[in-house]
């Protein structure tokens, strides 16, 4: 098969894996290397379903002896297989890198003959990459759950950020549909990584030129809408995850359902939950929110109507208005509608005067929404009663809108199979590559 | 009303700035001479650019203001504005008054003004760091051009000096016919024709082919979004980017 054939068959089979960041890691240029990494990530394109594309995301190989019931290469699929070789995935990675095509590599695979073996070939393949084309740019790569952990260290030195995917949100949900992996098996290595990476870094404080693993940490995945637990369970998980595991990030990838297979449901792709729920991960790192605060009940959903900081503001109206000139950052981020960048303009602007509603539009701080909570020198933007029907009204007659066009909800009812997976209608083309 | 008339380059710019203070002329206004209308009701000066003032003006701003203000100044010079000079020199001013809490009063009109100009150019600049498509050459070099807004060719330049060191490499800004050449080492940014002969190498074609199939395989057909890609990547960039082209 030419590089070509495979190279269409192992990247179709790995763009349902969401993650696609190079950011987290900032590493200059080294003479007579090729490449560098840059902490703020950088989108090379932008696919035609919108998300940004900064790395070559395939797969190894999608030859699979597992049989998730979600994934289009679980074994009993009848599918087109194919296997790159260390060299092939070496010359891709370098040539597309030196047109600057990409950022770096994402590498994951299906289970080969066993997860060690699996590990192994990623393994082969960084050293390849690493030592002999000699490029610095980023890799991200997938550890396969079950392989000996020397293998998953030694290519966690090679890598900026290591995964485990976490598959799905609960234990009863994975014996269910991925009758070949365990909550066990997910867990131990997402431990393990863990704990090089805390060992690394305090490594790297006291010799500087002590190897890095992962730089850019670790992080996970798993999908949305395949299995019936709430989106507080969801978010409790995460949190924990965040906590315990001290992961960079957890992503969320709407399940794609095109099977006709009993245990999964046959609904579009949750597009609308996987966006609240996106949001509400963005309360978790970087608001201070908590999971119980933002859902209180063990089956609680996130409201499809409106995002999950304005349901808490409606939630907690006794906290507001909150006044612009006095409030701290902590209070300013709570606000519907201000986030970080308008919350810093605003405790930089108020140090050389009082604020009006006026100097906040000039800021560029959106009024949209925060109107109605805030008050600058004690007035509101416009009489409004606090009755949260009311403001419920009023935050979701813009939103909805707004959600629906970014999200093309309405379009019409997308094909159901690519290419790549034509040969199994009705199967399930939910590819997950890599464990 | 005071304008000083300069020749727009950084130098030239920072030696307004020494004018002000050693020639006792606070200008309200400052212009590059290409693009200066001569008002009636103004007076103007032609100030020159001055290397070795501009160095001391430069080290006042690191040391009275901030370095922060430093930077804003080298990066609002970039942008494609004709009203920047101005902004540049009444936040300056304004500057060596209040030092480094300059930037916290954003509720002047120039210092928004500067903030907004850094920014845009940055963004540009951030976009083409993965915009920026290189092409291999017969001769080996690899060649991308670009035809941003913003003068952004100094910090793509620099970016891409870490980035692509064991290569060399060429970055063609259009728009304004100038380009950057990195030779392995160093790069300088000289004037250039605008038809440069850069034939493909060989293997061009087949790498260009290998990303255009990629580039729609991982594509998720089931969430087709192209509004969202319209949005994220507009069209002023596509003509240089190469799977938005059917050949190169
Ligand atoms: S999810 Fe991974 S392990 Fe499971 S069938 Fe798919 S490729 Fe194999």
Same mark, same amino acid.
């Given at each position: ?46 696919? $035609? ?60 695979s299906?289970v080969i003959r066993d997860a060690s073996y699996t590990m192994e070939q990623i393994y082969e393949t960084l050293k ?13 790569i997938k550890a396969i759950p079950g392989a000996d952990e020397c293998l998953i260290r030694a290519a966690g030195l090679l890598a900026?950020?290591v995964?485990v ?19 066990e098996s997910i867990?131990k290595p997402m431990n393990m990584l863990?704990n090089n ?16 693993f ?221 464990i | ?179 950057? $050449? ?36 991982? $594509? ?29």
């Amino acid at each position: 098969m030419d590089l070509m054939e495979k190279l269409k068959i192992l990247s179709a089979a790995a763009k349902y894996d969401v993650a696609c960041t190079s950011s987290g890691v900032n590493r200059g240029g080294a003479r007579g290397s090729l490449g560098s990494a840059s902490a703020c990530g950088i989108c090379h394109t932008f696919a $035609a379903d919108g998300r940004c594309v900064s790395l070559l995301k395939i797969l190894m190989t999608n030859v699979c002896v597992y049989d998730c019931q979600y994934c289009a290469n679980r074994r009993s699929n009848d599918l087109p297989r194919a296997s790159f070789t260390p060299r092939e995935i070496a010359e891709l990675t370098i040539n597309f890198y030196k047109r600057n095509y990409i950022e770096g590599l994402f590498l994951s695979s299906a289970v080969i003959r066993d997860a060690s073996y699996t590990m192994e070939q990623i393994y082969e393949t960084l050293k390849l990459v690493r030592h002999v084309y000699r490029f610095n740019g980023y890799i991200h790569i997938k550890a396969i759950p079950g392989a000996d952990e020397c293998l998953i260290r030694a290519a966690g030195l090679l890598a900026d950020r290591v995964s485990v995917n976490i598959e799905l949100p609960s234990e009863e949900s994975l014996n269910r549909l991925a009758p070949d992996k365990t909550r066990e098996s997910i867990l131990k290595p997402m431990n393990m990584l863990k704990n090089n990476i805390i060992q690394s870094r305090e490594e790297v404080m006291l010799f500087h030129s002590a190897p890095r693993f992962a730089p850019a940490g670790q992080s996970t995945q798993m999908i949305v809408g395949a299995t019936p637990e709430s989106d507080k369970k969801i978010i409790t998980l995460t949190e924990n995850l965040y906590k315990r595991y001290s992961l960079k990030r957890v992503f969320y990838s709407a399940y794609t359902p095109v099977s006709d297979n009993p245990l999964l449901p046959a609904a579009k792709p949750p597009l609308l939950r996987e966006h609240r729920l996106y949001q509400a991960d963005w309360l978790l790192r970087f608001y201070g929110f908590s999971a119980d605060e933002i859902l209180k009940n063990a089956d609680d959903n996130l409201n499809p109507n409106l995002d999950p900081k304005c349901c808490w503001a409606l939630n907690n109206l006794n906290m507001f208005p909150v006044e612009i000139n006095t409030a701290n950052k902590r209070t300013l981020l709570r606000v519907p509608g201000i986030g970080s960048r308008s919350a810093d303009r605003i405790l930089a602007a108020r140090r050389v005067g009082l604020l009006t509603f006026e100097n906040l539009k000039k800021l560029g701080v959106v009024l949209k929404r925060a109107r109605y909570f805030i008050t600058c020198r004690g007035k509101m933007y416009e009489k409004i009663s606090m009755d949260p029907a009311i403001l419920e009204m009023k935050l979701t007659e813009s939103k909805i809108r707004e959600a629906y066009k970014q999200l093309s909800l309405f379009d019409e009812p997308a094909p159901l199979a690519d290419s790549g997976n034509a040969a199994a209608p009705g199967g399930i083309i939910y590819a997950y590559g890599h464990i | 009303m005071l304008t000083a008339i300069f020749d727009g380059s950084l130098d030239g710019f920072l030696s307004v700035i020494y004018s002000c203070y050693y020639d006792k002329r606070l200008y309200d206004y400052a212009y590059e001479d290409d693009v200066y209308q001569r008002q009636l009701d103004s007076d103007y000066f032609y100030v020159p650019a001055d290397p070795a003032r501009s160095v001391k003006v430069m080290d006042a701003i690191g040391k009275r203001v901030s370095q922060g203000a430093q930077s804003n100044v080298c990066y609002c010079l970039l942008a494609a504005d004709r009203e920047r000079f101005t902004s540049m020199l009444r936040y300056i001013r304004l500057g060596f008054k209040t030092g480094a809490p300059v930037d916290n009063y954003q509720q002047d009109p120039h210092v928004l003004k500067v903030h907004k100009l850094v920014r845009y150019v940055l963004h540009e600049a951030h976009l083409l760091t993965g915009f920026c498509r290189f092409k291999e050459t017969k001769s080996g070099v690899y060649y991308a051009s670009v035809s941003p807004v913003n003068n952004t060719l100094p910090i793509l330049a620099e970016h891409f000096r870490e980035r692509l060191m064991n290569q060399p490499w060429v970055i063609h800004d259009t728009a304004r016919g100038m380009a950057a $050449a990195y030779d392995g080492d160093d790069y300088r940014i000289e004037p250039v024709k605008n038809n440069v002969n850069a034939e493909r190498s060989e293997d061009e074609a087949f790498f260009q082919e290998l990303w255009r199939a990629f580039f729609d395989a991982i $594509a998720v057909k089931e969430r087709l979004n192209k509004n969202l890609q319209r949005n994220l990547i507009p069209k002023r960039f596509r003509k240089h980017i190469t799977e938005f082209r059917n050949e190169d």
